[in-house]
């Protein structure tokens, strides 16, 4: 008997000879095609089997035969059954992970579920000081929600959960979502919530905010920046609620500009500016394209003395990481002739597909056509909460630079 026929009651997902290297290195998506053929006949969100050309059982995971990434990989585990206690156990030893980590200790908001690197494809979770807001992007995940759910009430015991439709992955899956906000338990905020990090207030706004409402992936990027801040001057561009601003003006900067296109988003970095209490530093918010306020202000003859540079993702999918890589270029260029001689550019891609190599040999290329002599003094990364599991290095989509401008 071979391994696949231990496995009877569940389909089988057959690979194509030499297509098992990435299974067998643990890398969480299957492509379609890798795949010889499927024996079974399931139906797209079931469990399958996967194995190799000659009968030899690989992995475990849910198929979805409308999306690219055909099968969503969950286990390498022959015994261990995919079943509602399966994503349970994997949510509380998420969570669990998070209970034990030091530079979470400063804040009730955190990333509980990080998708694949959690073992939880597809699934992000956030807690904003007890509401959760949680994401599901793929056919798997989605089939999952009612056990998701469950855990996290057993073990956050949150005041509510709310869903955020990931619209723009789940194109990916050929899924749609039934409403953009979906109320899972409890009742949600009607106004902003309020967090704590590092003995600072924030707005966050859970119904209309980007991503899941806040941007916890920069939280340690924030307090490593806030160093460089006392007694200089900050222009904050892609602001959204001025986190980076706000942090900048409690170590001191005497002036900060915070640049968003969203004035929505910027009424609450007003909030935010509030809840900091009094404060020296001159705060402004201007509502604008950050391309076209960085010329504008380039045509003026301004100069900062850090200039910070946290734009949204530029590159989708890897086909459009070639154009992705003009903006970062054409975008940093200004940034840098805004930079005083001896003045720092604070620069983040959260593009995944563009690679941290890719993006210092941008700001290379930036540098040359600036004609602005560069040192890198610091790296970034995504906060502790993000955690990049070695099999599956594309967790790691931010990343940045902190360049002295000579």
Known sequence: MTDA????ALPVVVLKSGRDKSVRARHPRLFAGAIKQIDGRPKDGSIV???TNSGEWLARGVINQQAQTAVRLLTWEQNEVVDESFWKHRVQQAIQRRQHDPLLKNTDAQRLIFSESDGLPGVIADNYAGHIVMQLSTLAALNARAALQDALIEVVSPRSIEEHADEERMRFEHVHASAPISALHGVAPAENVEIVENGLRFAVDLAKGQKTGFYLDQRENRARLARYCAGITVLNEFAYTASFGVVA???GATRVVNVDSSAEALRVGELNARLLGPTETELQFVASDAF?????RRAAGEQYDLVILDPPKFAHSPEQVERAARAYK???RIGLLLVRPGGLLATFSCSGVVDAALF???IFSAAVEARR???IVERFTQASDHPVLVTFPEAEYLKGLLCRIL
């Open 5 to 8: 026929s231990r496995s009877q």
């Open 49 to 51: 089997d996967v194995c």
């Open 249 to 251: 003006a409690t170590a």
């Open 292 to 296: 076209v306020d960085l010329r504008t």
């Open 330 to 332: 054409d975008l940093n």
């Open 360 to 362: 210092q040999k941008v």
């Open 373 to 375: 002599d560069v040192q």
